[in-house]
């Protein structure tokens, strides 16, 4: 597998990356409350945005895309962040720059468990410690949490690579009240 980083994502590969995109989340359009995929407009914005990292696994055998994820410093890149609690939080890091948000790391379900995930993690985590201390953030549905442990295997993943500290930042709570049919 070839990593490749890109400030803007080439022309070239933006359909390529879409389908990737789509493909890896289209399962989080009905598994989950708040809007996890992008619309196109925002994703292809997002490709254009060079104060955005893109990191791209590219399977040489076919020269197929195999994972897609960025990672930020500026904050306000991160529309559905606030940048008010990171710069409340962790003032001094905020100011120079080290906290970094990982906007989605999306792997196609045809590599899910190959260990390209943890490749991107290893890339992101020897890029940011070049940068130390730093802080990186990022956010998961409930069902990526409970279901598929992601912040633990994200957290043993860097554990092996440094010393980590990791914590829930916060929760959001969806309710839905289901009244009975009229008598």
Request: negative net charge; hydrophobic residues 40%.
């Amino acid at each position: 597998m070839r990593i490749e980083t890109h400030k803007v994502l080439p022309a070239v590969l933006l359909q390529d990356a879409w389908r990737l995109y789509s493909e890896a989340f289209d399962e989080l359009r009905v598994v989950a409350v708040q809007r996890h995929v992008m619309l196109r407009q925002e994703f292809d914005e997002q490709m254009a945005d060079g104060r955005v990292d893109k990191y791209l696994v590219v399977d040489p055998g076919p020269d197929r895309l195999a994972a897609l994820a960025t990672i930020t410093n500026d904050l306000d890149t991160m529309h559905l962040i606030s940048p008010d609690y990171f710069r409340h939080r962790w003032p001094e890091h905020y100011a120079e720059r080290r906290i970094w948000y990982v906007g989605f790391n999306a792997i196609h379900p045809d590599y899910r468990g190959s260990g390209i995930f943890e490749l991107i993690i290893e890339a992101m985590h020897k890029f940011i410690a070049q940068h130390p201390p730093s802080v990186v953030g990022l956010d998961f549905c409930r069902r990526n949490e409970e279901t598929y442990h992601l912040p633990q295997a994200i957290h043993a993943v860097l554990a092996q690579l440094d010393a980590v500290q990791s914590h829930r930042a916060d929760t959001q709570a969806y309710w839905c009240y289901e009244l009975p049919a009229a008598s």
